[in-house]
T-cell receptor, first 112, second 113 residues
Framework: GESVGLHLPTLSVQEGDNSIINCAYSNSASDYFIWYKQESGKGPQFIIDIRSNMDKRQGQRVTVLLNKTVKHLSLQIAATQPGDSAVYFC???????????FGQGTELSVKP | DAGVIQSPRHEVTEMGQEVTLRCKPI?????LFWYRQTMMRGLELLIY????????DSGMPEDRFSAKMPNASFSTLKIQPSEPRDSAVYFCASSPTQNYGYTFGSGTRLTVV
């Protein structure tokens, strides 16, 4: 039969609003986390990272929150702009020298 | 810095043919990664190298896939023979050490017909 692709979670927001994208990671031993942004036809682009000894880190218009108790990561984008429309991936690394494991992604759509 | 450079950007080939994808990592980066992205499976790590040495190739689908890194500035991913199910976007990424985020290339979109 015909294969079915992944149905990415979708978040639709109005331009100017704040966006929150959530991610549940898999391994309680993970010690490094990254958010990536992927626009159509391009490779994933690094946004912000956080290590497990922190619970919050801020960048320009973006904030990452880490809750190790429930293995949850979130990305907050302030004053969302049309250029923020993309698929956002969280990634985790869970041993020294280990590989990054990516989540399935969330599609963010910003309405002007 | 030109970033991670991949070639070709697009490749269309017939089933059974050999395909070679190429990657030039960022100068000075010691780690190199090959990922495959499909709608069905998302982003999957195929193999990664540290200091030109393959560390983990557990993600390589089968023996038809092979990867090499003959020097610090070049890596190849080869599929021989190619099959339609290999159609995907293949990304190369590099990192200065094992403990930082990766910089991805623009990818190679492979179509096997």
């Amino acid at each position: 039969g015909e294969s079915v692709g992944l149905h990415l979670p979708t978040l639709s927001v109005q331009e100017g609003d704040n966006s929150i994208i959530n991610c549940a990671y898999s391994n309680s031993a993970s010690d490094y986390f990254i958010w990536y942004k992927q626009e159509s036809g391009k490779g994933p682009q690094f946004i912000i990272d956080i290590r497990s000894n922190m619970d919050k880190r801020q960048g320009q218009r973006v904030t990452v929150l880490l809750n190790k108790t429930v293995k949850h990561l979130s990305l907050q984008i302030a004053a969302t702009q049309p250029g923020d429309s993309a698929v956002y991936f969280c990634a985790e690394k869970y041993n020294q020298g280990g590989k990054l494991i990516f989540g399935q992604g969330t599609e963010l759509s910003v309405k002007p | 810095d030109a970033g991670v450079i991949q070639s070709p950007r697009h490749e269309v080939t017939e089933m059974g043919q050999e395909v070679t994808l190429r990657c030039k990592p960022i100068s000075g980066h010691n780690s190199l990664f090959w990922y495959r992205q499909t709608m069905m499976r998302g982003l999957e790590l195929l193999i990664y190298f540290n200091n030109n040495v393959p560390i983990d190739d557990s993600g390589m689908p089968e023996d038809r896939f092979s990867a090499k890194m003959p020097n610090a500035s070049f890596s190849t991913l080869k599929i021989q023979p190619s099959e339609p199910r290999d159609s995907a976007v293949y990304f190369c990424a590099s990192s200065p050490t094992q403990n930082y985020g990766y910089t991805f290339g623009s990818g190679t979109r492979l179509t096997v017909v």
